[in-house]
């Protein structure tokens, strides 16, 4: 008994029991940390220059800064795209390959909001209300040396455009003034107004203007043709003659006729911005050239059946055939003048003005409440935290040091 005794070694004993009592002490602390409410409660107290004082301090300070803000001011101009649906139900009509774009190829909302978020957009309205030194936007101090891409930056920050599922565009500006954010707004309305009208437009122009010459021309063929007849005292050709004539006359107004679209689509060619549009513009083109090449193939071949009539037919043949030409060429052009007229009414309702942008009573920014509320709830959120870490650091100090002369005694 005595020989076990002798084996225990005192300091090792002496050391374990010093390790079990902190281990336990340790676990102690630990288990009244957590459910000692009133502890947390205290170190909230203790800090509460921390938890309270400094979210107030931030909150003025947020408060102050707010009210150096300069007041912002947001209009909106809202638009309704329609579909296509009837510049569709146009291309089924008779000669309406024959007028480019009448399909409705190319619209829609997307193309809509890709120009109005274009830079061609963006560089009128800086020209228009000088982005670069307007005071409602830039304020009082202009950089001298501004740059036109910082210009560009400033309208994509002031403007915003966006289109919700129902097909609905809203035109936002912000300035300084709420008379310039209405302005502004509208401006692009404006501007979107005159580029869906532009190329119907031009296409109704230039028929109206080919109209008015082969008008002219039809009335000089009608002339010479009875000064013929009455000079002659010859009204008619043979059966056979005649229906030669006809298809000569078919064939010369079918190519002037495609002449007169090829003309159109190059002109369109130049002017158009709209990358589909010209695309689609220059097939017809191709097309055409081809179709008016194989109809002076067929012409020659008809003008030699011709050619065989007698000096007199012969030249009663020529004037009746370019005074059906003119006649089928004018018809076709009337009718072409009347289709265009309506694309071009078509294509200026494709939107509709839903909200005009009106000068704001109230301003969109800055929101000085939520301002001082956030930074307030930020702060305090911060101060408990900091409070609950200096109180954990200074406790595992205090525990460190505990231990550490624990072990030392």
């Known amino acids: 008994m005595t020989d076990k005794f002798n084996d225990i070694d005192p300091e090792q004993l002496k050391k ?3 390790e079990e009592l902190i281990k336990r002490e340790i676990l102690m602390g ?3 940390d957590e459910i000692d409410l009133f502890e947390l409660f205290r170190v909230l107290v203790k800090h509460w220059k921390l938890v309270v004082v400094m979210p107030f301090v931030v ?12 007041n912002h001011f947001k209009a909106s101009s809202t638009i309704f795209v329609h579909s296509n ?37 963006s560089d009128r309205i800086i020209k228009r209300f000088g982005i670069a030194t307007h005071p409602a936007i830039v304020g009082d101090n202009p950089k001298d040396d501004i740059k036109y891409d910082e210009i560009l930056k400033i309208v994509n920050n002031i403007v915003s455009v966006d289109k919700d599922k129902d097909g609905l565009i809203t035109i936002s500006a912000e300035t300084l003034v709420p008379e310039v954010s209405a302005e502004i707004a509208m401006a692009y309305v404006d501007y979107l107004s005159a580029f869906a009208r ?3 437009k031009e296409k109704r122009v230039f028929i109206e203007q080919q109209l008015e010459k082969v008008s002219k021309e039809l009335e ?5 043709f009875k000064a013929f007849q009455d000079q002659h005292k010859m009204f008619a050709l043979e059966k056979q003659a005649a229906t030669v004539i006809e298809k000569l006359a078919r064939l010369e107004a079918e190519k002037i006729g495609a002449g007169v679209s090829l003309q159109m689509q190059e002109s369109l060619l130049k002017s158009s911005g709209n990358v589909p549009e010209l695309v689609k513009i220059e097939g017809q083109k191709v097309s055409e050239e081809a179709k008016i090449a194989a109809l002076e193939k067929e012409i020659g071949l008809t003008e030699k059946e011709i050619a065989t009539l007698p000096q007199l037919a012969l030249e009663f043949a020529r004037l009746q055939r370019n005074l059906k030409v003119k006649e089928k060429v004018f018809g076709v052009l009337t009718e072409q003048h009347e289709m265009a007229k309506i694309a071009e009414a078509e294509e200026g309702s494709q939107f509709e003005v839903i909200d005009v942008a009106r000068a704001p009573e109230l301003k969109s920014k800055p929101r000085r409440s939520i301002m001082v509320i956030l930074a307030g709830l930020s702060a305090g959120v911060l101060g408990v935290f900091a409070a609950f870490l200096i109180e954990f650091i200074r406790r595992r100090k205090a525990q460190d040091a505990k231990q550490a002369s624990q072990a030392a005694a």
């Open 85 to 121: 649906s009837k510049l569709s139900a146009l291309s089924s009509l008779p000669f309406a390959g024959m007028i480019p774009g009448l399909g409705g190829g190319g619209g829609g909302a997307e193309y809509l909001m890709v120009y109005l978020k274009s830079r061609t957009m």
């Open 198 to 200: 532009g190329p119907q």
């Open 16 to 18: 374990e029991v010093k």
């Open 30 to 32: 630990l288990e009244e």
């Open 59 to 70: 909150a003025i300070v947020v408060a102050i800064y707010s009210l150096t803000l300069p």
């Open 220 to 224: 000089q063929s009608e002339e010479i």
